[in-house]
């Protein structure tokens, strides 16, 4: 039982890391990695490759599902010298993101997970939560309230 929590919680950070790096910008993704240090040796399973896939959609999010549309993905996998596997999946066609987050991936299972955390994701996070609240605090200012008057007539 307690092996079975175990294994959800590390699927949980997984998932969590990978879908962080996944929404990351390009630029800000790339100059934090830039500033971890040095690249560990890696070997390529599947290169970065294009691609697309379909998107679903609820209506109300509870209705049938629907196909919304297709949307570019990159894929790419790796594995690095003491064969830790690290996998990416990132919107769009940048290569070099995908490889990026397929090493930070693969990084994060490994005894270096605190320090790329420290390094690279913690920072992308508090950056990304401030530009989701800088976007909501322009949206809250053109919120208009509308109410009814009683007027008697009635």
Not at 24 to 49: H, I, K, S
Not at 64 to 87: I, K, Q, W, Y
Not at 89 to 110: C, H, N, P, S, W
Request: proline residues 4%; hydrophobic residues 45%; contains cysteine.
């Amino acid at each position: 039982m307690a092996s079975e929590e175990k294994i959800g919680a590390a699927e949980a950070a997984r998932r969590s890391w990978m879908g962080l790096l996944a929404r990351a910008p390009e630029a800000r993704l790339r100059e934090l990695w830039q500033g971890y240090g040095a690249v560990p040796g890696f070997d390529w399973l599947r290169r970065p490759e294009v691609g697309a896939v379909m998107v679903r959609g609820r209506m109300g999010g509870t209705g049938a599902p629907f196909n919304l549309g297709e949307m570019t993905v990159t894929r790419c996998s790796l594995t690095l010298e003491d064969g830790t596997v690290g996998h990416a999946y990132v919107q769009g066609r940048d290569k070099a993101k995908a490889e990026a987050a397929a090493l930070i991936d693969a990084l994060m299972q490994t005894p270096a997970a605190a320090a790329v955390r420290a390094v690279v994701l913690d920072p992308l996070e508090s950056g990304m939560a401030a530009a989701k609240q800088t976007r909501a605090a322009k949206s809250a200012a053109t919120k208009v309230d509308f109410f009814t008057l009683v007027r008697g007539e009635d």
